[in-house]
């Protein structure tokens, strides 16, 4: 994990913009930390991002147990909004890729709205497996390059964002890809986000669990909490 805060992310990538350098945000949470702890091919994925930053309260909390604290929680939901202002500031295109049908287009015109002038110069929603269809891939890889964003926001759910951000890269190098999850679908209002006092307290998995328990349950409760206290029980031990 980068120790930065939201700040210093969106300054980075500025900075990188302005010399002509592109680059790849991940911002890996407890899910997709215990994901990678099992898999070396997800592991190399998220390694190769040029900044790695913690969407997650308990990676932050491990992180200060373990006596190397990073500064605070970074979050696509979060990037996307500060990304974009950033963006509408030095009149930077961004892109949004992601999404069910519509639901990009809503995105659009929620950070356009608030962010004024921002120029999003196209918006996609790639049908269920795509990926698996090369002129899927072709069409998206055409219309994303035609486009010639700065930023480009995939939401599509860890690792399949990012596999597909690895392809794109060689095509689009001044850009910066950004791998957002729901990040698209909350800006969209087509998902609600937790509170500020939930996600400051780390509660915001409890909150999308009461919405959608039928989907998240075994993902949370199962594999994700034990997952969370191992993990801060070793950085602990770690530190001792």
Same mark, same amino acid.
């Given at each position: 994990?980068?120790?930065?805060?939201?700040?210093? +992310? +969106?300054?980075?990538?500025?900075?990188?913009?302005?010399?002509?350098?592109?680059?790849?945000?991940?911002?890996?949470?407890?899910?997709?930390?215990?994901?990678?702890?099992?898999?070396?091919?997800?592991?190399?994925?998220?390694?190769?991002?040029? +900044?790695?930053?913690?969407?997650?309260?308990?990676?932050?909390?491990?992180?200060?147990?373990?006596?190397?604290?990073? #500064?605070?929680?970074?979050?696509?939901?979060?990037?996307?909004?500060?990304?974009?202002?950033?963006?509408?500031?030095?009149?930077?295109?961004?892109?949004?890729?992601?999404?069910?049908?519509?639901?990009?287009?809503?995105?659009?015109?929620?950070?356009?709205?608030?962010?004024?002038?921002?120029?999003?110069?196209?918006?996609?929603? #790639?049908?269920?497996?795509?990926?698996?269809?090369?002129?899927?891939?072709?069409?998206?890889?055409?219309?994303?390059?035609?486009?010639?964003?700065?930023?480009?926001?995939?939401?599509?759910?860890?690792?399949?964002?990012?596999?597909?951000?690895?392809?794109?890269?060689?095509?689009?190098?001044?850009?910066?890809?950004?791998?957002?999850?729901?990040?698209?679908?909350?800006?969209?209002?087509? +998902?609600?986000?937790?509170?500020?006092?939930?996600?400051?307290?780390?509660?915001?998995?409890?909150?999308?669990?009461?919405?959608?328990?039928?989907?998240?349950?075994?993902?949370?409760?199962?594999?994700?909490?034990?997952?969370?206290?191992?993990?801060?029980?070793?950085?602990?031990?770690?530190?001792?």
């Amino acid at each position: 994990m980068d120790p930065l805060t939201e700040r210093q +992310v +969106v300054d980075w990538v500025a900075g990188a913009l302005d010399q002509g350098t592109g680059g790849h945000i991940v911002t890996p949470n407890v899910d997709i930390c215990r994901a990678v702890s099992t898999n070396p091919a997800l592991r190399a994925l998220v390694a190769a991002a040029d +900044v790695v930053v913690a969407d997650g309260m308990p990676l932050v909390w491990a992180s200060r147990l373990l006596g190397t604290p990073i #500064p605070e929680r970074v979050t696509g939901a979060d990037l996307i909004w500060s990304l974009s202002a950033m963006a509408a500031t030095a009149g930077r295109p961004v892109y949004l890729l992601g999404g069910p049908p519509g639901v990009a287009a809503r995105a659009a015109k929620a950070l356009a709205g608030r962010c004024h002038g921002l120029e999003v110069c196209g918006v996609d929603a #790639p049908p269920f497996g795509f990926e698996k269809d090369p002129e899927e891939v072709g069409r998206l890889r055409a219309k994303l390059v035609a486009a010639r964003p700065s930023i480009v926001f995939v939401g599509l759910g860890f690792p399949k964002q990012d596999r597909l951000i690895a392809e794109l890269r060689a095509d689009a190098p001044g850009a910066w890809f950004v791998g957002c999850g729901s990040a698209i679908a909350f800006a969209a209002g087509a +998902v609600s986000r937790a509170p500020a006092w939930a996600r400051r307290a780390g509660a915001e998995w409890l909150f999308r669990l009461v919405g959608e328990p039928g989907r998240l349950a075994r993902r949370y409760l199962v594999d994700d909490v034990p997952f969370a206290m191992r993990l801060m029980a070793r950085s602990l031990l770690g530190r001792r």
